[in-house]
């Protein structure tokens, strides 16, 4: 397993500046919101005003959004003026309302085979969502610059030309606790990743000796993979020292039929590791839209401050009422770089007001129910997925 040091920073919490404020103030106003889940009239009249200017900026920089949005005036009217555009588009097309040379970063959503989400990002926008995950993990206490962690990360070891958006996402958390070590699960062989089961056990049972918590970051699947092969191994339950927490993504694609649900999963987390539920915590994100949606301590995937979402019928696409069943659509004015401000995933999910969690957060949460039906498009989950087959 590879051990590398990290340097402890945290520059996601930094102003960062829209590319231009005389023309997205709105934009910047709402971004810069501090509390991540604040909700009320004022919000709202923001987040609409926000809408307004950054379809606005891609209809004016955009050839494929604005014609997408002189059709749409002549039909119904969508949430906040902004045509959906499904996530498969971007696996077709690439399409800029930036210049390239001010492409900052690029990124992908599938694996190492199969058609792959292009998505390019300026300064600006891959800055405000870097700092809305950091304004979630301030409020949940996880930015810890004085207490060092040892990580394991159920993700791809760095490699040359590596930019699935996942690998992104989770070295930078580690910017939010300084490393003692960190170990990746899935290890660069030269030519591809492979999962290393026994280099990861041989990992968790060295840190459960260590006197710093643990931070397990990345695909659910592979840390139940893991806890069955500790426990095909007779290995007794560890302890992780006081403070660990995991932080899971990517999801189960490609393996529907080995999937558990979320409460036997955590339920055998906290048996065999030690871990509290309340500190482990699913999301849902994506390389298409990357505002991040991190479970409450009730496991709620709440809606922030900084979107907006919808379920559609997956026969009409027309919004659907709380807790029916469509795909999920998600809507946010952060992106400047690709017109990717209101998003239909190939996600199934069904919508619950805030009131209906008994945490303390108001906004709206959704419930993730699975992808709509089978296709040859696969995201970086379903290739790490793959990297399990025979291996128990």
């Not at 909700?39 to 009249?45: K, L, M, S």
């Not at 809606?303 to 659509?329: I, Q, Y």
Request: with cysteine; glycine share 8%; net charge negative.
């Amino acid at each position: 397993m590879t051990v590398s040091s990290f340097p402890v920073a945290n520059p996601h919490l930094a102003p960062v500046e829209v590319p231009d404020p005389a023309l997205l103030p709105r934009v910047q106003e709402l971004c810069d919101l501090t509390d991540p889940y604040t909700c009320g009239p004022r919000q709202e009249e923001l987040f609409a005003a926000a809408m307004a200017e950054i379809n606005a900026w891609h209809a004016d920089r955009s050839p494929f959004f604005r014609s997408l949005a002189q059709r749409a005036d002549r039909g119904a009217a969508e949430p906040y003026g902004a045509p959906p555009v499904h996530a498969n588009f971007f696996k077709r097309h690439e399409v800029l309302s930036i210049p390239r040379e001010e492409v900052e970063l690029h990124l992908t959503s599938s694996g190492t085979t199969g058609q792959k989400s292009q998505m390019f990002f300026d300064r600006w926008t891959i800055r405000a969502a870097q700092r809305m995950v950091a304004r979630i993990f301030e409020r949940n206490g996880w930015i810890t610059p004085d207490q060092e962690v040892n990580y394991l990360l159920y993700s791809y070891e760095p490699a040359p030309g590596l930019n699935l958006g996942t690998a992104f996402t989770d070295n930078y958390l580690c910017d939010f606790a300084p490393a003692r070590q960190v170990e990746y699960a899935l290890r660069h062989t030269g030519s591809g990743h492979e999962f290393d089961p026994f280099g990861t056990v041989a990992a968790l049972r060295r840190f459960a000796q260590d006197d710093v918590p643990v931070r397990i970051l990345g695909f659910p699947a592979f840390l139940w993979f893991t806890l069955e092969r500790m426990r095909a191994m007779g290995l007794p339950p560890l302890s992780l020292p006081e403070g660990s927490l995991i932080v899971l993504g990517g999801g189960w694609k490609g393996h529907a039929d080995r999937q558990i649900g979320k409460e036997e999963l955590y339920a055998r987390v906290t048996e065999q590791l030690g871990v509290p539920s309340e500190r482990i915590r699913d999301t849902f994100g994506s390389v298409e839209h990357c505002v991040p949606y991190i479970e409450c301590d009730h496991h709620r995937l709440h809606a922030p401050v900084w979107s907006r979402v919808f379920v559609r019928s997956t026969r009409t696409l027309e919004p659907l009422p709380h807790g029916e069943p469509g795909f999920l659509h998600l809507v946010s004015p952060y992106i400047t770089s690709v017109p990717a401000q209101s998003v239909v995933m190939g996600d199934l999910a069904a919508l619950q007001p805030g009131r209906e969690c008994p945490c303390d957060l108001e906004t709206p949460w959704f419930t993730v129910l699975g992808r709509a039906g089978v296709s040859r498009n696969r995201s970086c989950a379903v290739a790490a997925a793959e990297l399990m087959k025979g291996l128990s």
